[in-house]
């Protein structure tokens, strides 16, 4: 968004997964590193989708972290699964479970070193002030290939309006 300077965060796109009153976190899509997956937590990078590669998910701990996952199915799974439902088919992913009891559940994962964290009520004064658009994301999201202002652009385009329009807009918009 044309309000939000800070360089973390400019044509970012930010994937939220929890929001509450306490707070929020969410992971910044399409930002990959150059640390192999398969270097670091061997097992996980086969059900990686390319480039498997972490992506830098914030500015937030950035030695930990997170796993998001496509899932196929629509069955209820079981409290020990490693899995857990963050919307629709985007689940987080326990790492500290087996990645072979996963293999032909899910649709793909991507790991993210570290995340995006807002104290309560911060995320709220950014979007009041117009530093952010707020829209509904879809699992194509969290696997896509696409990266950085590609991505950003990409997601735009899908919505209407003025949002719609900004997909073409220069980053820059006093260049324009």
């Not at 500015?59 to 796993?67: M, S």
């Not at 439902?85 to 649709?107: K, Q, R, T, W």
């Not at 696997?143 to 735009?156: C, D, F, I, M, N």
Request: net charge negative; proline share 7%.
């Amino acid at each position: 968004m044309p309000a939000l300077t800070d360089p973390t965060f400019a044509g970012a796109v930010v994937y939220v997964l929890d929001h509450a009153d306490t707070g929020t976190i969410g992971v910044v899509l399409g930002r990959p590193s150059e640390v192999r997956i398969g270097d670091v937590l061997p097992g996980w990078s086969e059900l990686a989708v390319e480039p498997g590669v972490f992506h830098v998910g914030g500015p937030c701990e950035a030695d930990t972290a997170l796993c998001l996952a496509t899932r196929r199915g629509s069955t209820p799974l079981p409290d020990d699964s490693g899995l857990r439902e963050v919307a629709g088919a985007v689940h987080l992913v326990d790492l500290d479970s087996d990645p072979a009891e996963l293999d032909g559940e899910i649709g793909g994962l991507r790991v993210f070193a570290g995340y995006a964290g807002w104290s309560a009520g911060q995320l709220a004064g950014e979007l009041a002030e117009g530093a952010w658009a707020c829209v509904t994301g879809i699992p194509a999201d969290v696997l896509t290939g696409a990266s950085g202002p590609e991505l950003w652009r990409s997601v735009l385009r899908r919505q209407s309006g003025r949002l719609a329009v900004l997909s073409t807009a220069p980053a820059d918009p006093s260049a324009n």
